[in-house]
């Protein structure tokens, strides 16, 4: 399973040349050779250091470890409470691999899976079962928020309601559509936040690669968003009393890194990609950087280490501060979490959603909602 599994994740992506070039490396020594007498098996695609096996492991850690105490994301020993967004992927499949490497006994950790409601190739359901496998194979308490369940409303709906609007060329509401994974991004932030903070997490730890972070990071340019570009980069600042600090240790690790952990581990994960994530105009910029790395190696790190470092401080001060001074925090009239206004922008969301589908029901006189499908794992 781990075998095809990276062999889906290299093919998908065309990646077969960085795999190749890793692999040719097998005819090199370890640069530590000295000390363990093995060939290298992968090559650090930023340092050109060629590494065998076990150094390759430890390199990864390595680099892990360093960001998670350089940036104080948690402590093991004081008391503090770790809750980890799991999700199938390879991604947070690795962060609990690695964090249990880590920290195996000094740090208290738990998982959340959000049950998403994507039926297509059992997407929902197979990974929320790579999830509670993993966490239980590592005695982690594992939960399950399931959205069709506590909002009446999953993706697959939200996709459906967009093909009603292309059927039926409701032009308007096509356009005020923001994208399956706009809505999804939403519900899996906010549910996170808030399962968090009621729980008193003191951090949440995601997935988040370099690749990816470095993509959105890019679309943010092209949109010339500042407000996400000035976002924080591997740990959120804690700005609100109700927001649990969120943090990425795997902020600097590639996607290629962790697609070879995952395989030279042994870590199990859902080889298929979400159905949706194929729409997603974000996956084109991937093309575009990764092939930007192909002839300039070590592009991607040096370039979001450089923002953070350097360009960020700089929007940061002409426009949160700005934003700052005109917007105070309030608790959402209806849900009780923070807001700049009166009403949160995930219930605004939910309460247009929901017109929306009366909207259909009541001029089609369809219904699109799918049965309450509680494939909840747990
Ligand atoms: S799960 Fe959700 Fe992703 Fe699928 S709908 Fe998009 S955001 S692609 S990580
Ligand atoms: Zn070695
Ligand atoms: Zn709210």
């Not at 998670?68 to 503090?80: A, C, L, S, T, V």
């Not at 996709?159 to 706009?182: P, T, V």
């Not at 988040?208 to 959105?216: F, G, I, K, P, R």
Request: proline share 4%; glycine share 4%; net charge positive.
């Amino acid at each position: 399973m781990v075998f095809s599994s990276l062999f889906y994740t290299i093919s998908k992506r065309d990646k077969w040349k960085e795999f190749l070039e890793s692999i040719r490396n097998m005819g090199r020594k370890c640069k530590f050779f000295e000390t363990c007498h093995q060939p290298a098996v992968f090559q650090i695609p930023h340092s050109n250091l060629a590494l065998c096996k076990q150094h390759f492991l430890e390199n990864v850690e390595k680099r892990v470890r360093k960001l998670i105490e350089k940036k104080h994301m948690f402590h093991p020993n004081r008391g503090e409470k770790l809750l980890i967004a799991a999700s199938g992927g390879k991604d947070s499949q690795v962060l609990i691999s690695i964090i249990k490497t880590l920290y195996p006994k000094d740090l208290d950790i738990e998982a959340l899976y959000i049950e998403l409601g994507i039926k297509t190739d059992n997407y929902s359901l197979d990974s929320g079962k790579i999830a509670e496998d993993w966490c239980k194979h590592f005695d982690i308490p594992f939960h399950t928020i399931n959205v069709k369940k506590d909002y009446g409303i999953n993706i697959d709906d939200l996709h459906n309601l967009k093909e009603i609007y292309k059927k039926s060329n409701w032009q308007y509401d096509l356009q005020a559509f923001r994208g399956e994974c706009s809505y999804c991004g939403s519900f899996k932030r906010y549910n996170i936040n808030k399962f968090a903070y009621e729980r008193g997490f003191t951090a949440v730890a995601t997935g988040h690669n370099l690749t990816d972070e470095a993509t959105s990071l890019l679309n943010n340019f092209l949109n010339q968003n500042l407000m996400f570009l000035s976002r924080p980069g591997p740990k959120s600042k804690s700005e609100s009393k109700y927001l649990v600090p969120r943090v990425k240790p795997l902020f600097f690790i590639s996607e290629l890194e962790i697609t070879m952990y995952a395989y030279y581990k042994n870590i199990p994960y859902l080889p298929t990609e979400c159905p949706y994530a194929r729409q997603s105009p974000v996956n084109k910029l991937k093309e575009v950087l990764l092939e930007i790395e192909e002839y300039r190696k070590g592009n991607m790190i040096a370039y979001t280490r450089g923002f953070y470092k350097k360009l960020q401080p700089i929007i940061n001060e002409a426009y949160q501060s700005q934003i700052r001074a005109e917007q105070s925090e309030h608790l959402c009239t209806q849900c009780g979490r923070p807001t700049f206004g009166k009403i949160c922008s995930f219930c605004k969301t939910q309460r247009y959603l929901r017109k929306q589908f009366r909207k259909v029901d009541e001029k089609l006189h369809v219904s699109i909602l799918t049965q309450n499908n509680l494939s909840n794992p747990s």
